[in-house]
């Protein structure tokens, strides 16, 4: 099993729907969690830090649910310029701390 | 102000050479992350540096290597290459080592394989 694992998609969303992806984790341990949005052949820019109490940014929410290992991301109006792939990250805990361990992504397209 | 920044953009080399990657961290940063990013993967952390020492090290042969400078930039060395090294290759800087600070990434190295 990935120690983060992410449906690759694509998701194909209408302009101005809500979309939600998951992603899951294996170490229970693990106590960050982050999303990254990567534009085609573009480095990865931070979207969002995950509480454990959820956290919103303007039309974007995230969730954290410790008991079932998954952290989730809700899109809402979504735009076009939403295009892109969702990087899911889990920060490593033991024998992997300093690390963080990335999802290999889950790319959204958002269609006019 | 700069962000970080990489050289080269590209490369192109065969394999059994060995190659150098250099990357600048955001003025005032002192942590610097490589990764290693294969098409329709997430990236694949290689290394953390923070003040010039080894901070952490991903599952990756002895062929890698890196080194962080006094000024806080750093190299990424690669020997003996395979094709299988042909991936975009992410520096990150961060103000410190600790796991909760965001990583700023460069644009990348794209290293080919020949």
């Known amino acids: 099993r990935k120690e983060v694992e992410q449906d690759p998609g694509p998701f194909n969303v209408p302009e101005g729907a809500t979309v939600a992806f998951n992603c899951t984790y294996s170490?229970?341990?693990?106590?960050?969690f982050f999303w990254y949005r990567q534009d085609c052949r573009k480095e990865p820019k931070l979207l969002m830090s995950v509480y454990s109490s959820g956290n919103e940014d303007g039309r974007f929410t995230a969730q954290l649910n410790r008991a079932s290992q998954y952290i989730s991301l809700l899109i809402r109006d979504s735009k076009l310029s939403d295009s892109a792939t969702y990087l899911c990250v889990v920060a490593g805990v033991g024998d992997s701390n300093y690390q963080l361990i990335w999802g290999a992504g889950t790319k959204l397209i958002i269609k006019p | 102000d700069a962000g970080v920044t990489q050289s080269p953009t590209h490369l192109i080399k065969t394999r059994g050479q060995h190659v150098t990657l250099r990357c600048s961290p955001i003025?005032?940063?002192?942590?610097v992350s490589w990764y290693q990013q294969v098409l329709g993967q997430g990236p694949q952390f290689i290394f953390q540096?923070?003040?010039?020492?080894?901070?952490g090290r991903g599952n990756f042969p002895d062929r890698f290597s890196a080194r962080q400078f006094p000024n806080y930039s750093s190299e990424l060395n690669v020997n003996a290459l395979l094709l299988g090294d042909s991936a975009l290759y992410l520096c990150?800087?961060?103000?410190?080592?600790?796991?909760?600070?965001?990583?700023?990434f460069g644009d990348g190295t794209r290293l080919s394989i020949l």
């Open positions: 540096y923070y003040e010039k020492e080894e901070r």
């Open positions: 170490n229970s341990a693990s106590q960050s």
């Open positions: 003025s005032g940063h002192k942590s």
């Open positions: 990150a800087s961060s103000l410190d080592s600790g796991i909760n600070q965001p990583q700023h």
